[in-house]
């Protein structure tokens, strides 16, 4: 999306959300039009499967046209919202999955490729202390956020799987944990 005069995405998407929140269902297929890449990305990621990513995205819009009135713009970008429901949908639908038995998928087919979303158009300095905090965490500590964010396991599950307690290390606390 190219937003008219100058005006920043952020600020087109806060445009978006308040007429989706009148109802104008155009702004549903614009704010899909340039959000549903990313979305997808991280649904991918989280899920494995094309299928589930695809069915998670389509809910993803639908939960949004329904929850636009929650938006909050205190509390983060329209961006942020929309992933924000994603990974919720998506970590629903990995609980349910180990709730029931799943049939084995096919091994010829290899990993699901690791496709990182891209960053945000905003400073690319975020991107790059992000970046650098993650490299200064431990490998367990990483491997650790990544089962809860991705993967969906709850504390207890990750120390059920690991045998650790789930505490962070100093190093990877930003502030005095």
Known sequence: MRPPGGQSIEAAHDHLIAQLQYGEESALKALYDDLSGVT???CLRMLGTPADAEEVLQDTFLRLEVQAQRYDPTRGTVRTFVL???QHL??????SRRSRPQRQEDPSRGPVPDL???APAGDPLDAVVIRDALDRLSTTDR?????MFFDGY???EITARTGLPWE???AACAAPC
């Open 116 to 118: 990182a979303a891209p």
């Open 40 to 42: 997808y990305r991280v």
């Open 154 to 156: 709850t504390h207890a």
């Open 168 to 170: 962070p290390s100093r």
């Open 143 to 147: 491997e650790l956020l990544e089962a």
């Open 90 to 95: 998506c970590l629903e639908r990995l609980r």
């Open 84 to 86: 924000t429901i994603a």
